[in-house]
Antibody
Framework: QVQLVQSGAEVKKPGASVKVSCKAS????????INWVRQATGQGLEWMGW????????GYAQKFQGRVTMTRNTSISTAYMELSSLRSEDTAVYYC?????????????WGQGTLVTVSS | SYELTQPPSVSVSPGQTARITCSGD??????AYWYQQKPGQAPVLVIYKDSERPSGIPERFSGSSSGTTVTLTISGVQAEDEADYYC???????????FGGGTKLTVL
């Protein structure tokens, strides 16, 4: 069965960087784009960007351009999202999500989420 | 930047029909997707491409589209349907994805 398993919770200081991993299983990793979405406590979902695991091509939301980097390691079917220059407003649960088969949008499988806390 | 607009809350009694709307200028051109999210859980896709239902999603969930508005309809609402619902789509160029602000469905 398709699974996306994310790395554990992180606590970071303002100005630091965080790198969250998303390990895929149950399907061919390079065949489906991976997107990243975050959610601050009590707030809505916020799209951060996408990555094509086959080509490595990426696209980022304007809000995060210059601060976010999405990469992958195809040998271990794992996607990564790194966010730099962290500030308190970046405290949120970060999700990876797989794009629906045969579609350019929409997310059918999600990771369990990774809580990133930014605090001095 | 592109926005999708949802009502903050919708309330219905068990067995009634709940309708949650989502408005956006690019919706005539881009498909919409709907997610259900319960507290402490990841979102779950309940409708894709405006009106298609993934396997495993109950038939009481349906979607429709008319102009710049898409609607998620839950017929015969059950207590277990109480959750936050989010619409999602892309901007007119297909470059950026966006989520609506979310609608809290309360089952009275």
């Amino acid at each position: 069965q398709v699974q996306l398993v994310q790395s554990g919770a992180e606590v970071k200081k303002p100005g630091a960087s965080v790198k969250v991993s998303c390990k895929a299983s149950g399907y061919t990793f390079t065949s489906y784009d991976i997107n990243w979405v975050r959610q601050a406590t009590g707030q809505g979902l916020e799209w951060m960007g996408w990555m094509n695991p086959n080509s490595g091509n990426t696209g980022y939301a304007q809000k995060f351009q210059g601060r976010v980097t999405m990469t992958r390691n195809t040998s271990i079917s794992t996607a990564y999202m790194e966010l730099s220059s962290l500030r308190s407003e970046d405290t949120a649960v970060y999700y990876c999500a797989r794009v629906i088969s045969g579609s350019s949008s929409g997310f059918d499988y999600w990771g369990q989420g990774t809580l990133v806390t930014v605090s001095s | 930047s592109y926005e999708l607009t949802q009502p903050p809350s919708v309330s219905v009694s068990p067995g009634q029909t709940a309708r949650i709307t989502c408005s956006g200028d690019a919706l005539p051109k881009q498909y919409a997707y709907w997610y259900q999210q319960k507290p402490g859980q990841a979102p779950v896709l309940v409708i894709y491409k405006d009106s298609e239902r993934p396997s495993g999603i109950p038939e009481r969930f349906s979607g429709s589209s008319s102009g710049t508005t898409v609607t998620l309809t839950i017929s015969g609402v059950q207590a277990e349907d109480e959750a936050d619902y989010y619409c999602q789509s892309a901007d007119s160029s297909g470059t950026y994805e966006v989520f609506g602000g979310g609608t809290k469905l309360t089952v009275l």
